[in-house]
T-cell receptor, first 111, second 115 residues
Framework: QKEVEQNSGPLSVPEGAIASLNCTYS??????FFWYRQYSGKSPELIMS????GDKEDGRFTAQLNKASQYVSLLIRDSQPSDSATYLC???????????FGTGTSLTVIP | DAGVIQSPRHEVTEMGQEVTLRCKPI?????LFWYRQTMMRGLELLIY????????DSGMPEDRFSAKMPNASFSTLKIQPSEPRDSAVYFC?????????????FGSGTRLTVV
């Protein structure tokens, strides 16, 4: 079982819609969770971090964490074509103190 | 701050040759990570250092891969001998503290092609 799993997609949404990206993790003791965005041919960049159960909002982005169910999600409201990218979920595990990435979900926002 | 600097940006080499990838982390960052990214496997952690000391190299695929960090401002990832299946984008990243609610800053990556 991989430490972090994501649906690879591709996920397509129309401009203005809500895009929902999901991620599950295997280490129940994990405490830190991150969403990175990676444009094609570029390096990953951090867009959200979350550490407590519940929602965390930053502009059009909302990260949601449910530790009991071991999933973290990212919602993008009012999706824009510029949001088209691969979104990587990352987790810092309590065991081994390691930083794991999921394989990413490709998002396309259709104008 | 110039960010994490990797060189070269692109490398094409023949199978069996030695390849050395270089990384300069952000000044003051005490963690350095080497990742490999492929379409099939995504972003894989190869090895990470804390204060120049290798902490976990369990992601290094085999003995052909080695990494060093002789000082706080420089790290290398070496593949010897290289094989076509090593073709990937290799990223170096640095961070101030692995659990700090901040981020790992990634370099631009080195696209390696082994023919």
């Amino acid at each position: 079982q991989k430490e972090v799993e994501q649906n690879s997609g591709p996920l397509s949404v129309p401009e203005g819609a809500i895009a929902s990206l999901n991620c599950t993790y295997s280490d129940r003791g994990s405490q830190s969770f991150f969403w990175y965005r990676q444009y094609s041919g570029k390096s990953p960049e951090l867009i959200m971090s979350i550490y407590s159960n519940g929602d965390k909002e930053d502009g059009r982005f909302t990260a949601q964490l449910n530790k009991a169910s071991q999933y973290v999600s990212l919602l993008i409201r009012d999706s824009q074509p510029s949001d088209s990218a691969t979104y990587l979920c990352a987790v810092i595990t309590n065991t081994g103190n390691q930083f794991y990435f999921g394989t990413g979900t490709s998002l396309t926002v259709i104008p | 701050d110039a960010g994490v600097i990797q060189s070269p940006r692109h490398e094409v080499t023949e199978m069996g040759q030695e390849v050395t990838l270089r990384c300069k982390p952000i000044s003051g960052h005490d963690y350095l990570f080497w990742y490999r990214q492929t379409m099939m496997r995504g972003l894989e952690l190869l090895i990470y250092f804390n204060n120049n000391v290798p902490i976990d190299d369990s992601g290094m695929p085999e003995d052909r891969f080695s990494a060093k960090m002789p000082n706080a401002s420089f790290s290398t990832l070496k593949i010897q001998p290289s094989e076509p299946r090593d073709s990937a984008v290799y990223f170096c990243a640095s961070s101030l503290a692995i659990k700090k609610p901040g981020q790992a800053n990634f370099g631009s990556g080195t696209r390696l092609t082994v023919v």
